[in-house]
Nanobody, 115 residues
């Protein structure tokens, strides 16, 4: 059974930074893609960023240059460093992994950016 546990959300002022973490547990070997989505109130869930098993990264345009995704394969953990946060970044952030062709999701962590 694969489980994802997120941490690091919270309240921050505009221009501030937060770092999200998501640790996968269970009998896991060689996770494929890892990444993050977010969902703001009244909006659909939006893809934010992905990191492949080889370390390749991609980002939605709205966060390029501000967010950085990374992973620690030894710890089965993915991180999201968020800098220069804006009020429009306010959302519940969900991590995901793709393992053996199947997606797994975290429970979500709230990020609130005040103006």
């Amino acid at each position: 059974q694969v489980q994802l546990k997120e941490s690091g959300g919270g309240l921050v002022q505009a221009g501030g930074s937060l770092r999200l973490s998501c640790a996968a547990s269970g009998s896991i070997f060689s996770i494929n893609d890892m990444g993050w989505y977010r969902q703001a109130p009244g909006n659909q869930r939006e893809w934010v960023t992905t990191i492949t098993s080889g370390g390749g990264t991609s980002y939605v345009d709205s966060v390029k240059g501000r967010f950085t995704i990374s992973r620690d394969n030894a710890k089965n953990t993915v991180y999201l460093q968020m800098n220069s946060l804006k009020p429009e970044d306010t959302a519940v952030y969900y991590c995901y992994i793709r393992y053996r062709g199947l997606p797994y999701w975290g429970q979500g962590t709230q990020v609130t950016v005040s103006s």
